[in-house]
């Protein structure tokens, strides 16, 4: 008699086929970032879902899948947060943390992509020497 104890791996191991895979993180394919300047705002839950908090900041790098945001990182930074983009009247844009630096930067995804039509919006509000002559087009 032949016994099955020990031919199946064990359960808790490491395996490559065990890790689960997100499209969004894992096989999307990274936009180039651009330089920008803009006023944003970050606003996310506090307390559980009782308050609501925002916090000013500035997208320092922006592409279509991610950005760089200028802000104090002394204070507890949440995990998902909301980006709104008052000038360019860009509400709401659902982010993800993605990594904090020591020089009062972060990393943060979006949870969709920006539309090439948002990205401009944002790039024409820009405060930055490689905007200047950007354009809004009111009919496209």
Known sequence: MISMRGT???MHQQ?????????????E???PMEDTRNEARIEYTEKGMQHLSSRRCEIIKLSKSSAMIGILTQFHLPQNFYLDVP?????LIGCLLKRVHANNIIEARFLRLLSDRDLNRIFVYSTHPNH???TLDIYG
């Open 8 to 10: 199946a791996p064990a």
């Open 15 to 27: 395996h490559f086929l065990n890790k689960e895979e997100s499209f969004m993180y894992d096989r």
């Open 29 to 31: 394919t990274n936009f």
């Open 87 to 91: 000038s360019a009247r860009i509400p």
């Open 132 to 134: 200047r002559n950007r």
